[in-house]
């Protein structure tokens, strides 16, 4: 059966530190990956998605970035945090040609 | 553009019926969903329906569908204290990628 994973699942940065999170799939190849943000009291906001290996698309102009290393690894990434990222950061994947699309645990990024 | 709203709280006493609903704007929606959220936790992917269904029923979960109006509801009905959590709809559009609405608190008294 397919998993996902996240880890941390909680942090707390200082502003203007760098950030790293990440997220791994089992049981799956080659699936479509998302890094979506919550913040406090809020929908999800999808931040990117990847639909292959190197091949990231980003949906909001920001501090973020995101990478796909292999198959099944997604990292997102800030060179130097801002207090507005502080938020509820959730992974998930969809399998290709299937519609069910499945969340990880998350992360809970508190900026200071 | 894409825009789905939800209201924000819903309470109900436990054994009635629970109805969460929600409007979309996008009328290439091809496919609707019901996520769940508890405390602390990922989204629970609970079920969804393709766009030219009109009903989808599952164990206590009832999904209903109206294209014309563009209004999803989900219906759980015999409502249990579990049940207690963020329900979120979803509508997957242009590049499969999801549209959420905020969420609608849900609580479970006894």
């Known amino acids: 059966s397919q998993t996902i994973h996240q880890w941390p699942a909680t942090l707390v940065q200082p502003v203007g530190s760098p950030l790293s999170l990440e997220c791994t799939v089992e049981g799956t190849s080659n699936p479509n990956l998302y890094w979506y943000r919550q913040a406090a009291g809020r929908g999800l906001q999808l931040l990117f998605y990847s639909v292959g290996i190197g091949q990231i698309s980003s949906e909001v102009p920001q501090n973020l970035s995101a990478s796909r290393p292999q198959d099944r690894q997604f990292i997102l990434s800030s060179k130097k945090l801002l207090l507005s990222d502080s938020g509820f950061y959730l992974c998930?994947?969809?399998?290709?040609?299937?519609?069910?699309?499945?969340f990880g645990p998350g992360t809970r990024l508190t900026v200071t | 553009g894409e825009d789905v709203e939800q209201s924000l709280f819903l309470s109900v006493r436990e054994g009635d019926s629970s109805v969460i609903n929600c409007t979309y704007t996008d009328s290439s929606s091809t496919y609707l969903y019901w996520y769940k959220q508890e405390p602390g936790a990922g989204l629970q992917l609970l079920t969804y329906?393709?766009?030219?269904?009109d009903m989808k029923q599952d164990q206590r979960l009832t999904v209903l569908l109206n294209k014309k109006d563009k209004h999803l509801s989900l219906r759980i009905a015999d409502t249990q204290t579990g049940d207690s959590a963020i329900y979120f709809c979803a509508e997957s559009t242009v590049d499969d990628k999801l549209t959420f609405g905020t969420g609608t608190r849900l609580a479970v008294r006894p």
């Open positions: 998930a994947w969809r399998e290709q040609n299937k519609y069910e699309q499945y």
């Open positions: 329906i393709f766009s030219n269904m």
